[in-house]
């Protein structure tokens, strides 16, 4: 999908029909392999992107979340939630980061993708070789301007649908984090408690449960599918423009009428198609971004809730 978006980006008007007709075209001239041409570099940069990106978000969050009043320890209460607003803060400051990281790679995967050279070593020597280190960065302020607005987007809307849509209630987020043994010692003695005689009744109790907890789960786990997906689709469709600008730089040759900045790449966009090129690639960026996204939040929310965390002191 990454692959035929590029295409449908970078390729001149009249090139594709439709994101259809660059698929049959790409796995006519190139076969399966030309649908995964540059697949090695963003399989290298994807989670240092990630890591980074999750990393100065949650550190963000974290400075702006209200402090613990010293008795609601181990009480049962909620952590209070970071304030709504703080959010998109969080998001830009990690949209800041994130070029540094996506440029390069991202270079490397549009020329391979748009078959400009046999492999990314050979398109990494190229580049620096014609263009030297700073051409590593070819495309910079348009990733900036993507991101920062794209990732502030992202996780406003992931964190607002999350807050909204049943799954991370208090309720279910303290069940989750509660550990399976706790349930289980709480369920031994409330069956001591009561004696013998109402071991049945402990039984159907504990596979009630069982069945309640199983429901949060799956309710958690479809929350974040959903709001991950859709936060994904939200991005896309709100920097799209952007996006094109920046594949269209960073895949044109040193010099040509193409090797512009960012507005005068949109102007250009513009005066070739209106919205419609603006827009260039929206259906598999779409289709991409739906599973990609929702796995990728669904993986975040599971590995916060089962991962060790450290005790503060």
């Known amino acids: 999908m990454d692959t035929v978006k590029v295409r449908l980006q970078a390729s001149s008007k009249g090139t594709y029909s439709g994101m259809g007709d660059c698929f049959k075209q790409i796995y006519r001239q190139q076969g399966l392999r030309g649908l995964y041409r540059g697949l090695s570099s963003p399989l290298c940069g994807v989670a240092m992107e990630n890591g980074v990106s999750f990393l100065v978000f949650s550190r963000v ?18 952590e209070p939630q970071t304030p709504l607003h703080a959010v998109p803060i969080a998001g830009a400051m990690a949209g800041m980061v994130l070029p540094l990281i996506l440029c390069p790679t991202e270079l490397v995967k549009c020329r391979m993708q748009m ?90 109790s504990s596979s009630s449960n069982a069945l ?19 936060a994904g689709v939200v991005m ?30 949109l102007q ?21 971004a ?6 990728q939040w669904l993986a975040w929310e599971f590995a916060m809730r089962n991962l060790p965390q450290a005790e503060e002191a």
Not at 61 to 78: I, K, L, T
Not at 243 to 255: E, L, M, N, S, Y
Not at 290 to 295: F, I, K, S
Request: charged content about 15%; aromatic content about 6%.
């Open 236 to 265: 896309w469709s709100a920097v799209l423009p952007l996006d094109v600008a920046k594949t269209r730089i960073q895949t044109a040759q040193p010099g040509s009428s193409m090797d512009t900045g960012v507005l005068k790449q």
């Open 61 to 78: 969050m974290e400075y702006f979340r209200p402090e613990v009043a010293p008795h609601h320890g181990s009480n049962g209460s909620q």
């Open 115 to 204: 078959a400009q050279h046999t492999s990314p070593l050979a398109c990494l020597r190229h580049i620096i070789s014609s263009e030297g280190l700073p051409g590593l960065w070819r495309g910079y302020l348009p990733t900036l301007c993507r991101e920062l607005p794209g990732n502030a987007i992202f996780f406003t809307t992931y964190e607002g649908l999350r807050r909204v849509l049943p799954g991370r209630g208090a309720a279910a987020a303290a069940a989750a984090a509660k550990p399976a043994a706790t349930a289980r010692e709480e369920g031994a003695l409330g069956a001591g408690d009561e004696g013998g005689s109402s071991s049945s009744s402990s039984s159907s």
């Open 212 to 230: 309640a907890g199983v429901w949060r789960v799956a309710v958690d786990a479809g929350g974040a599918i959903l709001c991950g997906a859709a």
């Open 290 to 295: 739906v599973p990609a996204n929702a796995c």
């Open 268 to 288: 250009l966009l513009w005066r070739e198609g209106g919205r419609r090129r603006l827009w260039a690639g929206y259906s598999p960026t779409v289709a991409r």
